[in-house]
């Protein structure tokens, strides 16, 4: 955008879960009582009707913003709060998770500015943050069937997209606590897919790490913040949204 200012520089699908001291979370804890009183509503236990699964054809290219500690394809299992996560099943297991988006932009947007406000003072991001982060493509080797999270489909579970999917972090407790009612009630679903509200018409997904794993993915590309394409790819994508980079 214009008055923008950027800084230049140089098969069988396996399963697995984590063993979680917590017990697993039941339909109204206490914590999402307190919640519910915030514009999120809490999810039912099982969710109904069940919409049917959308499958993402194998051979499809994802990408992936994720921590230089991180392989390309290796699945999250951290506490580290975000839309849905973290997710326990019903077991007290916690399920470890990899988000990635259809396109470069809603990968950066969806992840390393996510937490950009639309204020004119949040909107500068530090260089040194992207030194932090890799950009990987990801390949998937199955087809794989995910949960679809369209208007359309949480209309049926009386919650709207800007509840679910724009809610602001103080909501993610409750925002996960919708991904586990949905790992839940849809047993044969690999992931979540939705649509962002941070970056066009782009999908978004998140895949769930008893049902798949990162094997089931091939990646074809990384790069990270020495790469200079990596890095005015990224300054491309942040002057789309009038975000700046400093030093």
């Known amino acids: 955008m214009a008055g923008s200012r950027t800084t230049r520089r140089r098969t069988k699908l396996s399963?697995?879960?984590?063993?979680?001291?917590?017990?697993?979370?039941?339909?109204?804890?206490?914590?999402?009582?307190?919640?519910?009183?915030?514009?999120?509503?809490?999810?039912?236990?099982?969710?109904?009707?069940?919409?049917?699964?959308?499958?993402?054809?194998?051979?499809?290219?994802?990408?992936?913003?994720?921590?230089?500690?991180?392989?390309?394809?290796?699945?999250n299992t951290s506490a580290h709060k975000?839309?849905?996560?973290?997710?326990?099943?019903?077991?007290?297991?916690?399920?470890?998770?990899?988000?990635a988006g259809a396109t470069f932009d809603v990968a950066v947007y969806e992840s390393l500015f996510h937490a950009v406000g639309p204020g004119p003072a949040s909107r500068t991001w530090?260089?040194?943050?992207?030194?932090?982060?890799?950009?990987?493509?990801?390949?998937t080797e199955h087809?794989?069937?995910l949960a679809p999270l369209f208007r359309r489909n949480l209309i049926a579970w009386n919650i709207t997209d800007q509840e679910l999917?724009?809610?602001?972090?103080?909501?993610?407790?409750?925002?996960?606590?919708?991904?586990?009612?949905?790992?839940?009630?849809m047993t044969a679903a690999h992931g979540l897919v939705w649509t962002s509200s941070r970056e066009?018409?782009?999908?978004?997904?998140?895949?769930?790490?008893?049902r798949v794993s990162e094997h089931d993915f091939v990646v074809v590309t990384r790069r990270e913040a020495g790469d200079e394409t990596f890095f005015a790819d990224v300054c491309r994508s942040a002057r789309h949204g009038d975000i700046t980079i400093t030093i």
Do not use: M
């Not at 975000?82 to 988000?99: M, N, Q």
């Not at 909501?171 to 949905?182: D, I, M, N």
């Not at 066009?200 to 008893?210: K, L, N, P, T």
């Open 200 to 210: 066009g018409s782009d999908r978004c997904y998140v895949f769930f790490g008893d």
């Open 82 to 99: 975000s839309r849905f996560a973290p997710l326990v099943d019903e077991h007290g297991h916690r399920v470890a998770v990899l988000y």
């Open 126 to 139: 530090p260089a040194s943050r992207i030194e932090t982060v890799a950009h990987s493509i990801l390949k």
């Open 15 to 75: 399963t697995t879960s984590i063993a979680y001291s917590r017990p697993p979370r039941i339909s109204h804890p206490t914590t999402l009582v307190k919640a519910s009183r915030l514009p999120v509503p809490v999810p039912p236990h099982r969710l109904a009707p069940v919409p049917p699964l959308e499958q993402l054809p194998a051979g499809s290219r994802l990408h992936r913003i994720h921590g230089v500690q991180w392989r390309g394809s290796q699945f």
């Open 143 to 145: 087809d794989l069937q």
């Open 165 to 185: 999917i724009q809610a602001p972090a103080r909501h993610y407790v409750v925002t996960a606590a919708w991904g586990e009612a949905v790992h839940r009630s």
